[in-house]
């Protein structure tokens, strides 16, 4: 069985966008790109964090992974997929 993520990266994806849902829940929205916004940087710290808790490199093993790929860089790209919508309103 191959296993696509590990346990930090899952614990990181649902933290970062947990928080995200509870703070866009809490002022009432439902946007997207918000949530991408929110989410997405609270991504990259936690990765770096926990990267640099267990003293690991930016694409070592050390931190979270989500389909073979770090933790941090899922954040940017939602970060800037979250920027692209919220300028162009998709």
């Given at each position: ?14 933290a970062g966008?947990g ?11 439902s946007n ?7 989410g997405?940087?609270l ?5 770096f964090?926990v990267?640099?808790w267990?003293?690991a490199?930016?694409f070592?093993?050390g931190?979270g ?8 860089l ?5 970060t800037v ?5 919220l300028?162009?309103?998709?």
């Amino acid at each position: 069985m191959v296993l696509v993520f590990n346990v930090f990266g899952l614990a990181m994806f649902l933290a970062g966008f947990g928080a995200a849902a509870g703070v866009l829940n809490a002022f009432g929205s439902s946007n997207d790109a918000l949530g991408m916004l929110i989410g997405g940087p609270l991504l990259v710290v936690l990765d770096f964090y926990v990267r640099r808790w267990r003293r690991a490199s930016l694409f070592g093993r050390g931190g979270g992974a989500l389909f073979w790929l770090p933790v941090w860089l899922w954040g940017i790209g939602w970060t800037v997929l979250g920027t692209f919508q919220l300028i162009h309103g998709h």
